[in-house]
C-alpha cells in the first residue's frame, strides 16, 4: 500500500501530515456529529422549522404547533455554529502548519490538545457543565490556533 | 502550460487531485450562490436586518418597517448554513482523502455523489419539494464524507 | 531552516504558495477576532443566551433578565457568520489556485485585494459605515473568489 501511496502523492507519507490528516478527520467528524445531535431533539422534542418538516404530523393547525424553537434544539444549534466558528481556522491554519515544517512531537501536541478541547468544549456546552468549564475549553483551542498561526507566518510570511 | 505547472506544483498533476480541485470549486460556488439568493429574497421580500441596509427606502418609521423576517430570506439562510455544515466537511475531508491514494473511479464516484446531492439539497430546500427528499439528500452527502472520512483514517491513522 | 523544510514538504518553498499561506493565516486570524468582538459585547452590554453564563451575576430572576439580544452583539455575530460564507470559500478555492499554477504577480494581488475587502467589510460592518460600503467589499471578495474558481476549473476541469 506504501508504493502505491507514494505514487499518487508524497505527503501522506510525511509524519506530520498523517498526524495532521488524522485529528482533522476527528475533529470534522465530531462537528458532523451535531447535526445528528441537532435531528435527535428536532425529533424527540417535536421542534421544527420548515412546514414541510412536520407534514407527517398531520394536516393545518395540529402540524403548525410543531413549528417552534426548543431549548435543547437551539442548544445543539449553537454548539454546532461554535464548531464551524473555531474548527475551520483549525484547518485551515492546521494545513499550513504542517507543511510549515513543525517537529512531530510538537504538532501532535497541537493537535492532540486542540481536539480534547473541542471534544470536551462540546459535553460542556450539551450537558451543560457549569461555567467557566466551556470557556476555559474554547479558550484552550483557540489559543492553540493562535500558535499555529504564529508558526505559518512566521515561516511563510510574503506579503 | 503542463510544463509550467509542473514547476510549481505537481500534485495538481494527480487526476485524482484534479477531480478534487474541480468538484470543490463547483460546491464551493454553489454554496457562494445562497448568498446572491438571500440578497435577491431581501430586495424583492423587503425583508432587511441592518438599518443602514434601508436607508434609500426613506428616513425614520417608513424605512423601520423594512427590518423584519421573511419566510423565503430565512428558508435561503437555513440552506446556506446548512451548506457550511456539510461543504465544509467535505472541502476538509475530501482533501485528505485525494492525498490518500483512492482509485480514480472510486474518487469520481465520491465526488459526484457528493455534488449532485448537495445540488438537489438546495433545490429541495428552496422550492420546496416534500419530505424525504431534502432529507434523502443531506443523508447522501454525510455518508459519502463518511466514507471518505473512513478511508482518511484508515490510511492516515498516527495519534 | 529551508533545508529542514525541504525535507518535510517543497510547498512551503514555492512562492504562491507562501502568498496564500500568508493571506489565509491573516484572514482566519481576523475571522477568529469576530469571536472576541463578539463575546467583548456580550460582556459589555450584559446580553448572554446560555443560562449558565449569567450564573455568576446571581440567581433566578436577577439572572434571568442577562438572558437577551443585544443590537450590538447579534451585529458582531452576523459580521463573523459572512466572514464564515465568504473566508471558507477563499480558504478552498484559494488553495486550488495556488497550485494551479499561477503568475506569483497575479495571486498576490488576487490575494491582496480579497485581504483588504474583508478588513474593510468588518469595519463596515461594526461602525457601520452608510452603504454601500459593506456591499461593495462583499463584492469585491466575492468576485476574487470567483476569479480564482474560474482559474481553477479552467485548469483541473475532470468532470
Known sequence: RRAEMAKSTQLID???FRAY???TAIVLLKMMLMSLVTAYFRITRKA???PEDT???GKG???KKFLRTDPDVERARRGHLNDLENIVPFVGI???YALSGPELSTALLHFRIFTGARIFHTFAYLIPLPQPGRGLSWAVGY???FSMAYKVLKTAWLL
Open 94 to 96: 492546521g494545513l499550513l
Open 48 to 50: 421544527f422549522v420548515n
Open 143 to 145: 489559543s492553540v490556533t
Open 21 to 23: 490528516a488524522t485529528y
Open 61 to 63: 393547525e395540529s402540524a
Open 14 to 16: 510525511n509524519e506530520v
Open 55 to 57: 407534514a407527517s404530523f
